[in-house]
């Protein structure tokens, strides 16, 4: 197998030659036909979150092939098309899993992360953690759904059920999930980097009721908003943008600095949440609702050896909607 590999952050990715791996029980080994890139990805390859000390594969929205499964693993055919997110694995004991929270499970293990990911040729899965696409006839086009779409729609849900959205950063979760509430009847408020017409107009052509820098004030109050965006700045300026008992959810993995507000912004039932990773649930309910709502996502392809040249463009903003890896 090949794979990209990220020796330690702050380096660039490394072509290497792998043995092809071979699954242990429970796990199913993919062949990968498409591998978004996500900021998560960039926050594991820039050092913002923890370096634990080994090399790793990045990448955690896959879609590929099941070509080999390991013992007792009979859900899972060869064949069978699936996907692959960020939680790749639960303890299935702490208080959390045993709760219905197994996002915020004290044991985990993240795709592309505490284990090898996407950005190769083959991977590793646990397959209770891999979910059935049948129906996903383009791989590329449903590899960004495997976390861009799926923290979105555990975002949204968060939000509550508010008609007015802000959507702050107009990148890959946001015109995935700006599609559902479009769907789902809601206006859609996008907020983009000052200046970055390009992303405004595409928030507009999916639909967007308004589109504008992340500076500005909406033209009305927003029931909810959701930072896709990693930059604490943006909450104080969320929070403004919400009228009284609204809610601001913060969609990443990672964020800068949240600075200091008056607490006047926040009084009045204002409410300001994170989300930590997804369920399994979450995965089920999306994926039957992306169909249904239309969603058609927007994205750049390049072939795996150029992931370094995909990290950097989704560094820079430098296009539309989402960056797809394909072996």
């Known amino acids: 197998m090949r794979a990209m590999v990220l020796a330690r952050p702050k ?4 072509m290497e030659e792998r043995p092809d791996p071979v699954p242990g029980p429970g796990e199913i080994r993919v062949r990968v036909e498409a591998c978004a890139v996500c900021r998560t990805d960039l926050h594991v390859v820039d050092g913002d979150l923890p370096y634990l000390g080994h090399p790793v594969v990045p990448g955690h929205e896959i879609v590929g092939i099941v070509d080999q499964v390991g013992e007792g693993v009979s859900d899972h055919d060869l064949g069978m098309r699936v996907g692959i997110p960020w939680l790749g694995h639960t303890c299935g004991t702490c208080p959390y899993c ?4 197994e996002n915020l499970c004290d044991e985990p293990a993240f795709t592309g992360y505490t284990r090898d990911g996407g950005f190769a040729t083959h991977v590793i899965a646990d397959a209770a953690f891999a979910f059935p ?3 996903f006839d383009d791989p590329v086009a449903a590899a960004p759904l495997m976390c861009a779409g799926l923290i979105g729609w555990r975002s949204l849900r968060m939000a509550g059920n508010g008609k007015r959205i802000g959507l702050y950063g107009f ?13 789902q009847g809601r206006e859609v408020y996008a907020f983009a980097r000052p200046g970055d017409e390009s992303a405004m107009d595409h928030a507009r052509a999916l639909g967007a009721v308004w589109a504008g820098g992340s500076d500005e004030s909406p033209p009305e109050l927003l029931d909810a908003a959701i930072i896709f965006a990693p930059v604490g700045d943006l909450v104080p300026a969320a929070l403004k943008a919400v009228r009284k008992g609204g809610t601001v959810v913060c969609g990443g993995i990672y964020m800068s600095d949240i600075p200091q507000f008056p607490y006047r912004i926040l009084w009045e039932e204002r409410q300001v949440r994170s989300v930590a990773n997804l369920t399994r649930q979450d995965a089920i309910e999306f994926l039957e609702i992306a169909p249904k709502a239309g969603v058609r996502t927007t994205t750049t392809v ?9 990290l950097d463009d989704l560094r820079a903003g430098r296009f539309q909607g989402a960056a797809v890896l394909v072996p």
């Open 11 to 14: 380096t660039p990715l490394n």
């Open 171 to 183: 990148g890959a979760a946001a015109h995935i999930i700006a599609q559902v509430c479009i769907w």
């Open 302 to 310: 390049y072939p795996l050896e150029k992931a370094n040249e995909a």
């Open 98 to 101: 045993c709760s219905g929270q």
């Open 133 to 135: 696409m049948d129906g």
